[in-house]
């Protein structure tokens, strides 16, 4: 490996793709079809409420 990805893959650990996903973030770390009509993400709500 090369310096760059040894330096790349060092600041992986720091990396969380599931920040803003919480109840009511605005974000989902999931797949979407085109202008997001389909969005394939877990679902990362509490069980506390039904709507």
């Known amino acids: 490996m090369n310096l760059l ?3 790349l893959l ?3 650990p720091y990396v969380n793709p599931f920040v803003g996903t919480d109840a ?3 974000t989902f770390p999931g ?3 085109p202008f997001g009509m389909v ?3 877990p ?3 509490p ?3 039904l709507h």
């Open 24 to 26: 009511h973030g605005q």
């Open 10 to 12: 060092s600041l992986l």
């Open 5 to 7: 990805t040894t330096f």
């Open 47 to 49: 069980r506390l409420h």
């Open 31 to 33: 797949a979407v079809a």
């Open 43 to 45: 679902d990362t709500r």
């Open 39 to 41: 969005q394939l993400s």
